[in-house]
């Protein structure tokens, strides 16, 4: 550590990086360990273009499927038929950059991944920084438009959760449907309790009282908004859940579990 | 009932110190600023600390307690173990007097960067009126005691002092946040939070919020709707779009840019 931080000339000579006494180290390694094994597993299914899709379910990870994708998976046509590598890496660049830039995976991973800084009080180990002041991070002011493509995705993904309850011959209700709907529901709990929503919505006004319907949307948002961390962890994990689901019926690991 | 409380007290002055071990009889319900000044009354006469009301209202004791921003006032002696040594030291971020004491003036200086309020002209009877539900939104603002502890856990300056000419920290932050909700300010500061108080340095870490004694949601209520404030200023082609044919957003009237 360069004498520029807590070691600055002027300042208290304690020396120490920090003082903490709890397991301040936890939080940080838990955020490092399961988002990077979540990244691991995203990027190999990500580029396996296989077993994304069993009648009537398709992956969210491969959602909408608008590349070379198998028979009956596109929903919405097939308007990157030529693209050569896998179909998920059309889409994903939208889900992705929302969860980039979103405000709580910032804190996340600037203290799990990058230590800037590890935890309260804990002093970095970078000797300089700027912050988001600078590319690439300044992008990160770029949230609200991929907020904007999180809903366009969020819809697709309920009509996905429709469609699975489908089947060529009738209704139908098996595990991969209460899957994908609990997924579903995650996916608009994160979606709307971000805070670039709370700020469209009704946080940008300056006369709450002049707009009393956004003001209303606000507070709703708002309330949302105090859990935005859990949406964030638990829609990660159903994402997942439901992509592991859904590839090992694919690939024939498992069978449906079927209700009616 | 009583017991020996062990304690480790930073001791010096901008020239130097270090941690004194201490030992110091304490009572059940005590806080950490009663076994401060109990060892300043029987054991270090000459310790300085800083201190006020005693009850987390002015902002006068902050320090750090096991190496956590903490109002001595406010940290009580039942969280911790009978057995267990505590570190008292003084906030590492600001400049260090003697002992507990620290220069803050850095934030007063923050504070005269900031311009006021300045409220357009009253309605036809005299009065300023504001409806209750605008007036209600700062009150979580008002709420702050100027502790400085979320400056002192603020990782830009407090690991980067060259930071701080550029960097207006979060409890200013607050105020930006505030004045730009308030019905009646006609300042638009969303450039200057930007380019002089440089809000963009936050990484949103959310320390801040963390240390707040009085709760209050720094980082969630003011932080980032201030940087969305920004966003919406510089980073958004739809707004840029909307001035550039004459739709301009009519909450803004009135305003002008500082």
Redesign the interface.
């Known amino acids: 550590m360069a004498a ?3 070691d ?1 000339p ?5 020396g120490a990086r ?5 397991r301040w180290w936890l939080s940080p390694l838990t955020t490092f360990v399961v988002f990077s094994a979540f990244v691991v597993y995203a990027t190999w299914r990500a580029f396996a273009d296989k077993d994304y899709f069993v009648e009537p379910y398709l992956s969210p990870f491969y959602s909408p499927c608008l590349g070379d994708c198998v028979k009956g998976s596109a929903d919405f046509g097939t308007p990157f038929g030529g693209f050569p590598l896998s179909a998920a890496l059309i889409i994903l660049i939208f889900p992705l950059g929302f969860r980039m830039s979103c ?1 709580y995976y ?2 996340a991973y ?2 799990a991944f990058w230590l ?2 590890p935890a ?5 180990p ?1 000797t ?6 600078r590319l690439p ?2 992008l990160n ?4 438009w991929f907020w904007y493509a999180a809903v366009v995705v969020a819809l697709i993904l309920t009509w996905d959760v429709l469609l699975s309850f489908q089947e060529a011959d009738g209704g139908h209700v098996g595990l991969g449907t209460l899957v994908l709907l609990t997924n579903v529901v995650l996916i608009w709990l994160y979606t709307l309790s971000c ?2 929503c ?2 469209a919505v009704g ?8 707009h009393p319907v956004r ?1 209303r949307m606000w507070t709703w948002v708002s309330r949302l ?2 859990r935005h961390s859990l949406y964030a962890w638990l829609s990660l994990f159903s994402v997942a859940i439901a992509d592991l689901y859904i590839m090992l019926l694919a690939n024939g690991t498992i069978s449906e579990a079927r209700f009616f | 009932m009583t017991y020996q409380l062990k304690m480790r007290v930073w001791r010096g002055d901008d020239s130097g110190g270090s941690l004194q071990d201490f030992a110091v009889e304490v009572s059940e319900g005590e806080v950490v600023l009663d076994a401060i000044h109990r060892l300043q009354a029987t054991q270090a006469g000459d310790l300085a600390v800083r201190w006020n009301c005693k009850a987390g209202k002015c902002g006068s004791c902050s320090a750090e307690v096991n190496g956590k921003p903490r109002l001595m006032c406010m940290t009580r002696l039942s969280d911790f173990d009978p057995a267990e040594t505590i570190t008292v030291t003084p906030m590492r971020t600001f400049p260090v007097i003697r002992d507990l004491v620290t220069d803050v003036s850095f934030n007063y200086e923050k504070a005269r960067e900031l311009p006021g309020v300045e409220l357009g002209p009253r309605d036809a009877d005299g009065k300023r009126r504001m409806m209750q539900v605008d007036v209600e939104r700062g009150q979580e603002f008002r709420k702050c005691i100027e502790c400085f502890l979320c400056q002192n856990t603020c990782h830009v300056v407090r690991d980067h002092e060259e930071n701080k000419p550029a960097f207006a920290g979060p409890r200013f932050f607050l105020r930006y946040a505030e004045l730009d909700m308030h019905p009646l300010d006609t300042h638009d500061r969303r450039a200057l939070a930007q380019d002089a108080a440089g809000i963009g340095m936050c990484n949103i870490t959310k320390c801040c919020t963390e240390v707040c004694p009085e709760n209050i949601k720094i980082t969630d209520n003011a932080i980032i709707p201030m940087k969305e404030r920004v966003a919406d200023r510089k980073f958004d082609p739809l707004v840029w779009l909307g001035a550039k044919i004459g739709i301009r957003h009519k909450d803004d009237e009135g305003r002008t840019e500082m």
């Open positions: 520029t931080g807590v600055a002027g300042r208290a000579a304690i920090t003082l903490r006494t709890d405000y910032r804190k600037y203290r800037s800084p309260c009080a804990v002093a970095e970078h300089k920084y700027t912050g988001e002041t991070l300044i002011n770029l949230h609200r805070h670039s709370r700020h946080g940008r006004l300056r006369h709450f009282s002049k003001y908004n105090t």
